[in-house]
């Protein structure tokens, strides 16, 4: 059964730590985002990426958080440094090529806590 | 630019009641629209989606939604609802892209379905 995997599943730290999630997509996905869920928010999109380019990440906040997909198996999610405004659930999503399916599958969160 | 709008940020309907959610979509080209549900404190798992192919989707546990462009909707029904479908709905819309993968997938602000026996 395929899914995408990200890891921690919770993390709890302190202000200043650095923070990195992991997102591993599906097999065969060339799409990959990066959402942000809080309470006043809602869903935001804060990156994506396509054969592991970056396409949009206007959404992010450059001076502390940075994307990346060092390789197709594997996106990351990096905050430095870690502030408690950042306390949300980030979700990791991949899609496929469109020719091979039109729908888009989500991880089960990264549940962060910045005391 | 693409937006959607889910119309009730909370709706309560009795169990066996119809379930309607309400989604409302803006886009200057055909779209791609999805129903995403959000258990608490897991994932979003995908009801159904609409991509130019039939206007009436079904989905999972026995919910649909029809694409009317006409009226730039995709409200989501089920006939009877069940303790269950409590959760958080999610309406988004995407565009395809001929460059061989999704654009961004745009979410309105959810509803939260309350199921009272």
């Known amino acids: 059964d395929a899914r995408v995997t990200q890891t921690p599943r919770h993390k709890v730290t302190e202000m200043g730590q650095e923070v990195t999630m992991r997102c591993q997509p599906i097999?065969?996905?060339?799409?990959v985002f990066w959402y942000r869920q809080t309470m006043m928010q809602g869903l935001e999109l804060l990156a994506y990426?396509?054969?592991?380019?970056?396409?949009?990440d206007s959404g992010m906040p450059k001076d502390r958080f940075s994307a990346e997909m060092p390789d197709a198996t594997l996106a990351t999610l990096k905050i430095q440094p870690s502030e408690p405004r950042d306390s949300a659930v980030y979700f990791c999503?991949?899609?496929?090529?469109?020719?091979?399916?039109?729908?888009?599958?989500f991880g089960e969160g990264s549940w962060l806590t910045v005391v | 630019a693409q937006s959607v709008t889910q119309l009730g940020s909370h709706v309560s309907v009795s169990e066996g009641a119809l379930v309607l959610l309400r989604c409302n979509y803006s886009?200057?080209?055909?779209?791609?629209l999805f129903w995403y549900v959000q258990y608490p404190n897991q994932g979003l798992q995908l009801l159904l989606k609409?991509?130019?192919?039939?206007?009436l989707v079904k989905g999972i546990n026995g919910f649909e939604a029809e694409f009317k462009k006409s009226e730039t909707s995709f409200h989501l029904t089920k006939p009877s609802a069940h303790m269950s479908d409590a959760a958080e709905y999610f309406c988004?819309?995407?565009?395809?892209?001929?460059?061989?993968?999704?654009?961004?997938?745009?979410f309105g602000a959810g509803t939260r379905l309350a199921v009272h026996p």
């Open positions: 886009s200057s080209v055909p779209p791609y």
């Open positions: 990426f396509r054969n592991r380019a970056p396409l949009d």
């Open positions: 999503a991949s899609g496929p090529p469109i020719q091979m399916g039109n729908t888009i599958y």
């Open positions: 097999l065969g996905h060339n799409t």
């Open positions: 609409y991509t130019s192919a039939a206007t």
């Open positions: 988004a819309v995407t565009l395809s892209s001929f460059s061989g993968g999704y654009n961004k997938l745009i």
